[in-house]
């Protein structure tokens, strides 16, 4: 599940841009966009990000169900995956705003990206429980 997940995830961000482009079009005639009225802009962003968000924080809940096994250790486990998480973000943040943006742009960036994701989730598919086995020490 967490690799396909990871491989719509992929999907949907090569998609953001195309969105983008589309939504902000402008055309004269009674268009979608042009009858989203005041809320265009919040109803832009939302139907840009509500998937890849919802898939974003299903990753989260995937991998802490699979993590924390024994209900005994569960807060433990959940909070170190919740740093781990927290973790990625700082690092993925910084690493996003200030080397992949400037260096490739957002159209490469975003298919840079996109791609680490539908890689990470075809090896996920393919080799099921490796990685995990890794993080478990198994």
Sequence with gaps: LFGRVLILLGICSLS???????LAHR??????????GQFSPFVKCLLILIVPTSLCGATFVIVSQYCSR???TIGADVGRIYALNTFG???GSI???LIILPLAGL????GFLAAINVLTGLVLILRPGRIFHL???E
């Design 16 to 22: 953001t841009v195309g969105l983008m482009e589309v």
């Design 27 to 36: 055309g004269g005639g009674p268009d979608l966009v042009s009858r989203l």
């Design 107 to 110: 159209r490469a960036g975003l």
């Design 89 to 91: 973000a700082i690092i």
């Design 95 to 97: 690493t996003g705003g």
């Design 135 to 137: 993080v478990h020490g």
């Design 70 to 72: 024994n209900s005994s």
